[in-house]
Every structure is written in C-alpha cells, then in structure tokens.
C-alpha cells in the first residue's frame, strides 16, 4: 500500500524566491535592465533570512538571469523576456543534486582551486586561509562538529585561486554539500586529527607554491568522502529529499 504513496515535495525558501521573482518579471512589474531591491528589502518583505535571499540572487547570477556590480545593486540580464522566464524555469525544475555528483563535481572542483591557489595566492590569502584552519581545530578540539568551519576553509582556499567563477561554482553546491553532510552525518566518522593533518599539508602546499603538491594533498583530503559518497549512492536520494 505505500509503494502507492507519492513522496511531497515541499518548496525551499530559495524555490519560492525565485518564484517570485520570476512573477514579477511575468507581470512586467520588473522589466529587463531594472535593478532589483536591496537583499534586506527583499529579505524583509519575504519575511525569510537574508542567506536565503543571497542564495537565490546567486543561483540566478550563475545562470546569467542576474548581474551584481559592486557599489551598484543587482540587475535583471538584459536579455528578452520570455527568454528570462524559460531560463528561470529552467533553474526551478533542475532535479535535486545527488550526494555522489556533489562529491564528484566537489572534488573536481577542490584540486584545480588548490592547484591555482598555490600559484596565485597572496599573503592575505594564507591569512585567510590559516585563519579558517584554526577555526576548525579550535572547534574540533572542544568535541563539536565543524562542517562550516570545514567548508569555509574550502571557500577561503577557491578565493585564492583567483578565478571567480570556479568560486561561483563552489558557492553554488557549498549549501547541498552542507545539507548532505549533516543528513548523511558525514562528520560522525571522520577522525578530526587526520582532516586537521590533511588540511595543514593543503595549507603548507599553498604558502610553498607547488600547484602539483596542493592538488594531490587534496585528492588525498577528499579520498575518504568521495569513498562514502558511494557506499550510500543507494540510499543518499531518499535522504535528500527529507
């Protein structure tokens, strides 16, 4: 009997968002080339946090609907506006990303940016960079799981291979990554002292600049997840859409 049942599909914060963005382009009350209001505003008058507001500019942004210039607000892509609306729907019926792609693409994504990192990375950059690491260790060290701490060592790592596209892409999957480590409980058996050493041979191979060292200490990091990502490939859909 519930083979029959149909699983609900309960819309995010950032669906709806972008729903509402796209009726107000559908309604011409937004027209190509006008400039959307601030996130606050947006936030405010959604009644939903501001992270969920960035995060639906940012997925927009990725697919070329949006344009953010600094100093200058966020635009509508200039670009017809039937176009808009089937690209938009193009973004809302994507199917949800499957644990095992997310690692795969994660993955393919984590060794170029350690790679460009040690060859472009600044003295700011190994401060930010040092400075995540220790965020992590201080919270491991107190017996808490640092699955943020984890991944903003990541970002401040895509940051510094200064290409901002490949950092376009981590921010992209960074909140499914988060949502599928903490359902999946993905940190319940890592050994932090082992992520702590891998993420200090990343980190030295940045400040020494060795492309080649950078990229293998993190294929080396990431062994172990991409591993798990394919004991659970059978059971990681259901999980994702609870």
Do not use: W
């Amino acid at each position: 009997m519930l083979d029959n049942l149909q699983k609900i599909k309960i819309d995010k914060p950032v669906d709806k968002i972008i729903g509402q963005i796209k009726s107000l382009i559908s309604n011409g009350e937004i027209k190509p080339g006008d400039k959307l209001p601030s996130e606050r505003a947006l936030a405010d008058h959604l009644g939903v946090g501001r992270s969920h507001v960035r995060e639906a500019i940012l997925k927009l942004e990725f697919y070329g609907i949006l344009k953010t210039y600094p100093q200058n607000g966020t635009f509508v892509s200039g670009i017809g506006i039937v176009a808009l609306e089937e690209l938009i729907s193009d973004v809302l019926n994507l199917e949800e990303h499957d644990f095992k792609s997310l690692v795969e693409t994660r993955v393919l994504l984590e060794k170029q940016a350690a790679y460009l990192a040690a060859k472009r990375r600044t003295s700011e950059d190994i401060a930010s960079i040092s400075n995540a690491l220790s965020a992590y260790e201080k919270k491991t060290k107190t017996g808490q799981q640092a699955v943020e701490e984890d991944l903003l060592f990541h970002i401040k790592i895509a940051e510094a291979s200064k290409n901002n596209v490949l950092k376009s892409l981590m921010m992209i999957i960074t909140p499914d990554i988060v949502k599928n480590y903490i359902n999946l409980k993905v940190c319940d058996d890592l050994n932090f002292n082992k992520t702590l050493q891998e993420h200090q041979a990343i980190l030295e191979s940045i400040i020494n600049q060795d492309p080649e060292a950078a990229s293998a200490a993190m294929a080396i990091h990431l062994k172990d997840v991409s591993e798990f990502s394919e004991s659970v490939k059978d059971l990681q859909y259901e999980m994702i859409k609870k």
